[in-house]
């Protein structure tokens, strides 16, 4: 079940990614889309390196990923965990496939969204301990099916501590949808249920994800540059 997908842009032929059963992978040698082949916010001109995942690649892959879900959760209830801020846009577009292929398939999943906010990164560097912010009272999750929705699954130590917290709720089932995630260990891969894209070690931003508060208003998801890297350093 391995295909290669292949694009001729720019004149070569680059290898974008293949898909191994139900892993979209992006390969450690994948050099991202040419900036001037897309549009996005003048602001970020010379801060950002490549498009590395387009919008509409990140749309299609979740629609691909709300089917999963429909397909595993039994419950005709879910409580979707939204871990704020990178989860906002994964979180809303997830929803509101799930709630498309519902309607599509007259299997209606009730869906309550509820919110998490964490915080680990510091500049492009991740800081060791799990920070609530807010409350950590997650006693809405007792006895319910759990879908927990993380933009990026990086070290995986942070998903580990907030699995551990969820559990202390005692929910019935809990799932992890990660839309990004990081090809580190093979703990990032066996916490997460619902992947996106595997991609290598390399920090991105854009689609809700920031570096350090910024980028989170670009659509696509990109690679920083090293200008971006230095003006947004704090
Ligand atoms: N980008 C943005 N935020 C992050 C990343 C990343 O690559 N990894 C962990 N948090
Ligand atoms: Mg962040």
Not at 39 to 51: C, K
Request: charged fraction near 25%.
């Amino acid at each position: 079940c391995i295909f290669l997908l292949t694009k001729s842009l720019q004149g070569s032929p680059v290898h974008f990614m293949f898909s191994l059963c139900c892993l979209v992978q992006i390969k450690d040698d994948w050099p991202g889309y040419n900036l001037d082949l897309f549009t996005y916010p003048e602001h970020y001109h010379d801060d950002i390196e490549n498009v590395y995942i387009p919008h509409g690649v990140i749309m299609d892959r979740i629609e691909r990923l709300a089917r999963y879900v429909m397909e595993d959760f039994e419950d005709s209830k879910i409580m979707v965990l939204c871990v704020l801020k990178g989860g906002y846009k994964f979180c809303a577009d997830l929803v509101e496939f799930i709630k498309v292929l519902g309607r599509s398939s007259n299997r209606y999943l009730e869906t309550r969204v509820e919110f998490i906010r964490l915080k680990s990164y510091l500049n492009d560097q991740s800081t060791e301990d799990l920070h609530i912010i807010g409350s950590s009272d997650l006693s809405f999750l007792r006895g319910k099916s759990v879908l927990v929705v993380e933009a990026i699954v990086d070290t995986g130590k942070t998903m580990k501590a907030l699995l551990k917290h969820v559990e202390t709720f005692e929910p019935k089932m809990v799932k992890v949808a990660g839309l990004l995630v990081k090809r580190l260990s093979t703990m990032t891969e066996s916490l997460t249920d619902y992947v996106g894209f595997e991609i290598p070690n390399r920090f991105v931003v854009g689609y809700a994800l920031d570096y350090n508060e910024y980028f989170r208003d670009l659509n696509h998801i990109c690679v920083i540059s090293k200008t971006g890297k230095m003006k947004y350093k704090i």
